[in-house]
């Protein structure tokens, strides 16, 4: 059995080594040849690997294409610098192939090389060339056509296939508006999605050898011409525009034009001076339009620089015209309201703080007195402190006397018990207060004037209790001694409390007269028995300065 071992050996050392690789210019193995007739100025696609539609993008950077020379030269085709031809996937393309163009190509897949000869005429040389571009109306049935279809008249020709964008298109169940009939494609309703390149292929046998026929159909959808005038959206006719002089403003115009197959939008803004001359605005920007299948949206901005007077006496047009006409809409400038808003809110609210002030004061004035005795109470100092005197009140009232005074002792609440029992009740049980009252601090049988100036003095206030018959009481006199002690070095302040009604007599000493129409004058009123009443916040304002007597009290308890 060795011979048969050899023989296999030999037979395997015997086999030719592959070639790697056959450079461009050596003579190389040919796997196919394909031919094909194209029309001048058409845009048009070759294939490398016929079939199966290689798609796949790596594989364009797999293939390598050639121009075959004259000479049997190889020259390989870069197409970055060939701006009308480009490779894409498997196919080669011509954006629009000229005559210039004719030769043969030769492309390079996996090691494969197919040559392709490319024949280009133009579409004179046939009787009866078809359209190269179409456009169509959306949604109406359209038929697409072959436009080489009645060349070469009286040839047998076969295999007619349509591509688009490359792919073969065929009729399909999802698609029952598209057939395929005779050398056309009928499109029983038109799409947005139809438009694209549509290329034919036919097969034909010329000078012995098959050629493929290619051509191709621009396909074009769109909606009928607009029969309408532009539309502006936006401003409003009339349209009263805000403008502060000085500033920059800013105009936008938004115009929709229906669709026209040569479309030439006009959109500005015109500035008509009131002397009826027109400039037009610098245009700023224009967005780029928004289309859908109908028409397209311009949004037109442009700039005033700064906004003159002379500005807010023009008028501003918007201009926007198509093939079928023009509109226009105008527009004023008016001086921002803001302003004359701002004036007013600040007028509003100047005369609000007055009111409130007014209010406030008012309140104040009517509060005076509370407000002093909250503020006595919680923040003044005891003024009380550090003076050498012993009594915050000297009472000057109209003693009684059992012996003169008859007619008065029916008087069940007469001016003594107000002093004596009503006074000191409130100022000293409430608001701890010392009283000094006569009868009952010092003499209870009288005193005389001496001592009583001393007592006086001995004071921090003189409360008066007024009445006709204080007035004509020997009492009379504390009174003028106190005006007196006013005047002193150590001075005490008058209370002037109007008990009742009086009428000053002519004897009154001129002092009296003086005080009693100089000095504030509290009014008694029996119903004012309470102790928050209002007679008693003014008779406590007038006293001194004393801090709360229920915290003393509490102190002097927990000792
Ligand atoms: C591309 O085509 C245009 C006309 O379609 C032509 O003028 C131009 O010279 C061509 N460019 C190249 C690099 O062939
Ligand atoms: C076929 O041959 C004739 C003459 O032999 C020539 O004129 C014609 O151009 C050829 N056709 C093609 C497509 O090569
Ligand atoms: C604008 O118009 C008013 C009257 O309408 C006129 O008094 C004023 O002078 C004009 N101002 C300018 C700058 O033209
Ligand atoms: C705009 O249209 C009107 C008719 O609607 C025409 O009279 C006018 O001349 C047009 N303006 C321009 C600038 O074409």
């Not at 079939?51 to 004259?70: A, G, H, L, M």
């Not at 006569?438 to 001496?450: F, M, N, S, T």
Request: charged fraction near 25%; charge should be neutral.
């Amino acid at each position: 059995m060795d011979w048969i071992v050899w023989m296999l050996v030999i037979y395997i050392l015997k086999q030719p080594v592959k070639t790697e690789e056959n450079h461009a210019g050596l003579p190389i193995a040919i796997h196919e040849e394909q031919r094909y007739q194209v029309f001048a100025k058409d845009k048009i696609s070759i294939p490398c690997v016929q079939e199966p539609t290689q798609t796949s993008p790596v594989i364009e950077n797999q293939i390598q294409w050639f121009f075959e020379k004259s000479n049997g030269n190889l020259n390989e085709i870069h197409i970055n610098n060939n701006v009308n031809i480009t490779k894409k996937a498997n196919v080669i393309s011509f954006s629009s192939v000229e005559i210039s163009n004719s030769g043969i190509y030769i492309c390079k897949f996996n090691n494969i090389y197919t040559r392709i000869i490319l024949k280009v005429i133009t579409k004179d040389s046939c009787l009866g060339y078809g359209q190269s571009n179409q456009f169509v109306l959306l949604s109406a049935k359209n038929t697409i056509s072959c436009p080489s279809r009645l060349c070469y008249p009286g040839q047998n020709k076969w295999k007619i296939k349509w591509y688009k964008n490359e792919i073969e298109v065929l009729e399909r169940q999802e698609r029952i508006t598209l057939k395929l009939i005779d050398e056309t494609i009928v499109l029983y309703t038109t799409y947005p999605t139809d438009a694209g390149l549509y290329t034919c292929d036919y097969s034909l046998f010329l000078n012995e050898s098959q050629w493929t026929v290619r051509a191709s159909v621009d396909f074009e959808v769109g909606a009928q011409d607009t029969q309408e005038k532009p539309q502006i959206f936006h401003p409003e006719n009339g349209e009263h525009v805000e403008a502060e002089i000085g500033k920059p403003l800013e105009l936008r115009c938004s115009v929709f034009f229906g669709f026209e197959r040569t479309f030439n939008p006009i959109i500005k803004w015109i500035k008509l001076h009131p002397d009826f001359t027109k400039d037009e605005l610098r245009q700023t920007h224009l967005e780029a339009p928004k289309k859908n299948i109908r028409g397209t949206v311009h949004i037109l901005t442009s700039m005033l620089d700064k906004v003159t007077l002379n500005d807010l006496n023009s008028t501003f047009i918007c201009y926007a015209q198509n093939s079928v006409g023009n509109t226009t809409k105008v527009i004023k400038l008016v001086k921002k309201k803001a302003d004359i808003v701002c004036l007013v809110y600040i007028l509003c609210g100047s005369v609000v703080l007055l009111l409130m002030m007014l209010v406030g004061s008012g309140l104040i004035y009517l509060r005076w007195i509370e407000l002093v005795l909250l503020y006595r109470n919680y923040m003044s100092k005891d003024e009380t402190l550090g003076d050498d005197k012993d009594f915050d009140a000297f009472v000057s009232y109209a003693k009684q006397n059992c012996d003169s005074d008859e007619e008065f002792i029916e008087d069940t609440y007469n001016e003594e018990i107000f002093a004596t029992r009503v006074l000191p009740s409130v100022l000293e049980s409430t608001y701890n207060y010392k009283l000094c009252i006569l009868e009952r601090d010092i003499l209870p049988g009288g005193a005389y004037v001496e001592d009583i100036v001393k007592i006086i003095k001995r004071s921090r206030r003189a409360i008066v209790v007024l009445s006709q018959r204080y007035i004509n009481s020997p009492s009379i006199f504390e009174f003028q001694a106190a005006i007196t002690c006013t005047l002193e070095e150590e001075p005490i302040k008058l209370i002037l409390i109007e008990f009742s009604p009086f009428k000053e007599p002519e004897s009154l000493p001129q002092v009296v007269k003086k005080a009693l129409s100089a000095l504030p004058t509290v009014v008694w009123n029996k119903s004012n028995s309470s102790k928050n009443t209002k007679f008693w916040k003014k008779v406590r304002y007038h006293m001194p300065v004393k801090k709360n007597l229920s915290l003393e009290k509490t102190d002097i308890l927990m000792k």
